[in-house]
């Protein structure tokens, strides 16, 4: 079955300084990994897929298909990118798919 | 943009209880998921729905149950709430004209069982 695992429930940095969120995956088959969001008092939305290969709001997460990892890294946090983040998996079912979300990783940017 | 619409914000049950929380999109998905999102276990998958009257099992079907009885309706029912199902629920849709995988999230319903 497949799984998604974000090993740190509590990231906290400083403005300015690097920030890497960490996610692995297992899976069997071909991966779509996404990123997804959720600000203080706002819906979940999606932040990012690897498939477009684009950088939005500064974050940037390269899948790594040898060490099954789609880590999510911004070389400046700001105060802004305080946020709970999750990293998903889509599993293909037939014709259908379903994503499987870790147990995120609340990130604290502080002052 | 897609608007998702969960029509209770919040909710305080007792046990026992039967339990309605109704989602309706606005933009003819197809595709509608119902999650629950507890601090520590991040977002499970109760129900989804490809299709109306089609429902399939998620990861934590126990105690849920769910109707499609129109495609842009997605309820998720509790026939007897428990204290242990005290928790935010989301609902979400995905079309094939917005990127099958991209989910659009609704604002959450939180639900209180005492």
């Known amino acids: 079955a497949q799984r998604v695992t974000q090993p740190e429930k509590l990231l906290s940095v400083f403005k300015g300084a690097p920030v890497e969120l960490k996610c692995n995956y297992s899976?069997?088959?071909?991966?779509?990994l996404f990123w997804y969001v959720q600000y203080s008092r706002q819906r979940l939305q999606l932040l990012l897929r690897?498939?477009s290969r684009e950088s939005i709001k500064g974050f940037t997460a390269d899948l790594n298909k040898g060490e099954t990892s789609f880590h999510l890294k911004k070389p400046f946090a700001q105060e802004e990118d305080s946020a709970m983040y999750y990293c998903?998996?889509?599993?293909?079912?037939?014709?259908?798919?379903?994503?499987?979300f870790g147990k995120g990783t609340l990130l604290t940017v502080n002052p | 943009d897609v608007k998702v619409t969960q029509s209770s914000r919040y909710l305080v049950k007792r046990t026992g209880e039967k339990v309605f929380l109704e989602c309706v999109q606005d933009?003819?998905?197809?595709?509608m998921f119902w999650y629950r999102q507890d601090p520590g276990l991040g977002l499970r998958l109760i129900y989804f729905?490809?299709?109306?009257?089609?429902?399939e099992k998620g990861d934590i079907p126990e105690g849920y149950s769910v109707s499609r009885e129109k495609k842009e309706r997605f309820s998720l029912i509790l026939e007897s709430a428990s204290t242990n199902q005290t928790s935010m629920y989301l609902c979400?849709?995905?079309?094939?004209?917005?990127?099958?995988?991209?989910?659009?999230f609704g604002a959450g319903s939180r639900l209180t069982v005492l």
């Open positions: 998903a998996l889509s599993v293909r079912g037939g014709s259908n798919y379903k994503l499987t």
């Open positions: 899976y069997s088959g071909s991966p779509e």
């Open positions: 690897h498939i």
């Open positions: 933009m003819d998905h197809e595709n």
């Open positions: 729905s490809y299709d109306v009257k089609m429902k």
């Open positions: 979400a849709t995905t079309g094939h004209h917005s990127g099958a995988n991209v989910l659009t």
